[in-house]
């Protein structure tokens, strides 16, 4: 795995404790006092400074990118040139132009793809899922998607809101949610943003930081005809609740109001359907947002059970491509104020 963060140690390294379809063998960052620590607590031998060292090294099958994003076009290229497969962090790249290049290079040469597409597995939005391919609300007419962070409120350096290093809430945030409207409704057809960043930031050494969106509202239009919006931040005050995230469809035969709440007095996931015929009914999922992570064959566990059985399996490289285009047509909108036909 190349990358050490704490999110990466969150849905990477203890997922995979146990796991009998492979192992973390090796590990590469440029922090070498945090390599070691993860190497010294997760049995890992293998450490380097560099990941290019990592890929030559010949001691592995597969590799994690678990970078800041504009590293993973450059590492993926690298590792799927060397024949070794690959599950990559989103968003897939920095721009559609690079997800393109490596989604090409990744079909061409029949290796495991996989995309972290974390937010798939949450229970609510399984939920979701389950409710509409039965047919729940029928037709569907609108959606709103939202995922609402206030953790950036800070002026603290962050590379996620540096725009060298990222793109954004849209490309952070809303690259999940373009990929939940794809799997939940269909393809979509047209853009309309409009994205903002309320502070000026600074690099440690006080140098101003490239400006980038720290929130933003995406209209889409989707092939199908629905239309919907999705709504990022994170700067939106939070409490202790810490996140929201909210999925609304309504369609001709009902309607599904989804939320959760990461912490708090309303922390927890639960779900409610209007039928048409004028009841509703409330599914309480509980707080457990995270463990078939660690249980399942979703996540990171997908990946290596992909390359084990040498099976192509759960998001993949085209999941990550096709939410890029979605991004680019964003962030154009809403430097141009113009809707964007794909």
Not at 258 to 280: C, E, I, L, R
Not at 290 to 313: C, I, M, P
């Amino acid at each position: 795995m190349v990358g050490t963060s704490g999110w990466a140690e969150f849905m990477y390294l203890k997922n995979l404790q146990g796991f009998h379809h492979g192992e973390i063998v090796a590990l590469a960052a440029r922090n070498q006092t945090r390599l070691e620590e993860l190497g010294r607590q997760y049995a890992i031998k293998q450490l380097f400074t560099s990941w290019q060292e990592l890929i030559a090294s010949g001691e592995i099958d597969a590799i994690i990118v678990a970078t800041p994003d504009q590293n993973h076009h450059e590492v993926t290229m690298a590792a799927l040139k060397a024949g070794i497969h690959v599950m990559c962090e989103k968003p897939l790249a920095m721009n559609s132009e690079d997800a393109g290049e490596m989604l090409d290079l990744a079909q061409n040469s029949g290796l495991i793809n996989n995309v972290m597409f974390t937010w798939r597995n949450l229970p609510m939005h399984r939920k979701v899922k389950d409710l509409i391919d039965a047919g729940t609300v029928g037709q569907v007419y609108h959606f709103d998607i939202r995922f609402i962070m206030g953790w950036a409120r800070g002026l603290e350096y962050t590379w996620r809101l540096d725009g060298e290093q990222g793109t954004g809430s849209i490309g952070d945030l809303g690259t999940h949610d373009i990929d939940l409207t794809r799997w939940f409704f269909g393809e979509v057809a047209s853009v309309y943003a409009e994205a903002e960043h309320s502070e000026r930031r600074f690099h440690p050494d006080g140098s101003p930081v490239q400006p980038t969106n720290d929130s933003s509202m995406i209209l889409l239009e989707l092939k199908n005809g629905a239309k919907g919006v999705i709504t990022t931040s994170m700067v939106f005050e939070q409490g202790d609740r810490e996140m929201e995230q909210r999925v609304l469809v309504y369609g001709s035969e009902g309607s599904i109001e989804a939320t959760m709440y990461m912490a708090g007095p309303n922390q927890g996931m639960k779900v409610w359907v209007s039928h048409k015929d004028g009841f509703t009914e409330e599914f309480d999922l509980g707080t457990d947002m995270w463990s078939q992570l660690a249980s399942e064959t979703v996540g990171v566990r997908e990946f290596v059970e992909n390359v084990a059985l040498g099976r192509q399996a759960g998001p993949d490289f085209r999941d990550g491509y096709l939410a890029q285009v979605v991004v680019d047509a964003a962030l154009e909108s809403s430097r141009t104020y113009k809707r964007i036909t794909l």
